[in-house]
């Protein structure tokens, strides 16, 4: 599991920030690759990078202001231009449908793949099956704005094959139907359950992906124990009154909200153009002076989601 930033920015592109979109790539867990939010430009981030379009097939949208929606016809359009034939689900407040088809129809764009939609209403699951749920949470930024909170199921423990060598039970055919915990007679007549045989499970990874709020305990609450934290960070602790106007948070909030979950790690986004240089390293800085495991990043990082050992 992989997380890139393809956006960073906020309200308008700048020379060194395009505008809000993430891709958590699932490409050894699914071979899936999913996007939350869809900024102008992003079909232009994405040829700079080794993601491929076709394997986009979950798009999940915070909110519908359009620095986080506008790059969603290009990219629909393009996707299908490159290879992508598989369907699409889009998930996202009560009006994405409509923005969508009304772009598409408009544009006479036709799409080779059909189109899902998810219009999301009130808090609750909006995604599971055997191996993710993503669980999103209404937050507070003067317009429907939602958070995301994707956990990963378990895996199963490793098989004790030492454990099995020291029982005399011999390698083969045995050891697989013994991973998956069946109970099997050996040919010497003893009978074994694989559940012996398994080592304790491995947690799964959560990682929580905010859209733009002001600093409220829903964010908190959804973030709870996460592996990673996408936190917006529009302005500086020096503009909490502006932040608090605009309904957006400080690096100082997600800071906060970052210590107050228990996350791990906390990635700061959604960055002001009118922080450069210095400016941009303070975020950081006063981030870290409260949550030290705090990173602001820039278009195009990316890191690894490794499992916990």
Not at 17 to 24: E, F, M, Q, T, V
Not at 57 to 86: C, E, M, V, W, Y
Request: glycine residues 8%.
């Amino acid at each position: 599991m992989k997380i890139q930033f393809l956006g960073t920015g906020s309200g308008v592109p700048s020379t060194n920030r395009n505008l809000s979109c993430i891709a958590l790539k699932l490409l050894d867990e699914r071979n899936d690759i999913w996007l939350f939010d869809c900024g102008e430009g992003t079909q232009q981030r994405i040829l700079r990078t080794t993601l491929k379009p076709r394997k986009v097939n979950k798009i999940f949208i915070t909110h519908l202001h359009g620095d986080h929606i506008f790059g969603l016809p290009g990219f629909l359009s393009s996707r299908a231009f490159q290879g992508g034939d598989t369907p699409l689900t889009i998930y996202g407040p009560k009006g994405i449908k409509d923005f969508v088809l009304t772009s598409l129809r408009v544009s006479q764009s036709h799409l080779r793949y059909p189109i899902f939609f998810h219009e999301i209403e009130e808090d609750g699951v909006v995604f599971e099956d055997k191996t993710f749920k993503v669980t999103c949470a209404k937050l507070a930024h003067g317009m429907p704005s939602y958070g995301f909170r994707i956990e990963e199921a378990d895996y199963v423990g490793e098989l004790l094959v030492e454990k099995l060598k020291a029982d005399n039970i011999p390698a083969g055919p045995l050891y697989g139907k013994l991973k998956n915990g069946q109970t099997v007679t050996l040919p010497d007549g003893r009978t074994v359950n694989g559940n012996d045989y398994i080592g304790p499970s491995v947690k799964g990874r959560t990682v929580t992906i905010l859209g733009d709020t002001k600093r409220t305990p829903a964010s908190t609450q959804l973030a709870m124990n996460s592996d990673v934290l996408v936190h917006e960070s529009t302005f500086s602790k020096d503009n909490q009154k502006i932040a608090r106007d605009y309904f957006h948070s400080t690096c100082v909030d997600a800071a906060k909200v970052a210590k107050e979950s228990n996350s791990s790690q906390l990635y700061l986004t959604h960055i002001s153009s009118r922080y450069v240089g210095k400016e941009q390293a303070q975020l950081q800085n006063d981030a870290q002076a409260i949550f030290p495991n705090s990173t602001l990043v820039h278009d195009y990082d990316e890191f690894d989601i490794p499992l916990s050992k």
